[in-house]
Structure formats: C-alpha cells, structure tokens
C-alpha cells in the first residue's frame, strides 16, 4: 500500500509560478511518481512524470515551463510550473505506481490550483 500527501497550490496570477510536493509513504514499491490534473468537464490528463532511474516525461502543453524532480532519501516529488496560464487551473493529483501491487496506482487527494487575476 502507498499513502500520499500532496502540498502546495493556491491562487496564482497569470506568469507566476508553483511547486507541488508530494510525499509517498508505505511498503510498497514504488516505480515512478507523477501528477495529473483534472479540470472541470474535462478528463484527468498526465502533467509530469518521473520513475525512480529519474526517466521524466512531460505533458506537451507544460513541456517547457515545467520541472518535475524528485528526493529519492523522502520518496518525495516536486512539481515545478513556470509561466503559468489560466488554462493551468485545475485539481492536481499526484500519483504512485507500484506495479507488484494491486492496485497499481495510487492517488493523493488533490490539490487546487488556481490561476486568475
């Protein structure tokens, strides 16, 4: 099993910037972390993501202005958005995949993230 704590979020004017942190903990085996996101009417899309040989992979609309990175002696992961847009609002999930666990994936409660004058 995998328990996640998510932080950060909040109200962000246009341009502005963002980290969220994510921290797993449980025994289970953990391959690769990373954050969805869920706007309203729309389907839960994948933001970032990073497995533990620190593979990244990134949204096409955040690939650029985003750095997702992680601390292996935590199993913790930062999400960092740069330049963010009003387009950027929505409930952001972070997520565990244990693959030898069932499930396999895991969620954290989600955190609002707002970007609006």
């Known amino acids: 099993q995998v328990q996640l704590v998510e932080s950060g979020g909040g109200l962000v004017q246009p341009g502005g910037s963002l980290r969220l942190s994510c921290a797993a903990s449980g025994s289970a085996t953990i391959r690769a972390m990373g954050w969805y996101r869920q706007a309203p009417g729309k389907q839960r899309e994948l933001v970032a993501r990073?497995?533990?040989?620190?593979?990244?992979s990134y949204s096409d609309s955040v690939k650029g202005r985003c750095t997702i990175s992680r601390d292996s002696t935590k199993n913790t992961v930062h999400l960092q958005i740069d330049s963010l847009k009003p387009e950027d609002t929505a409930v952001y999930y972070c997520?565990?995949?244990?693959?030898?666990?069932?499930?396999?994936?895991?969620w954290g409660q989600g955190t609002q993230v707002t970007v609006s004058s």
């Open positions: 990073i497995t533990t040989s620190d593979i990244t």
């Open positions: 997520n565990a995949y244990a693959p030898w666990e069932r499930p396999q994936d895991y």
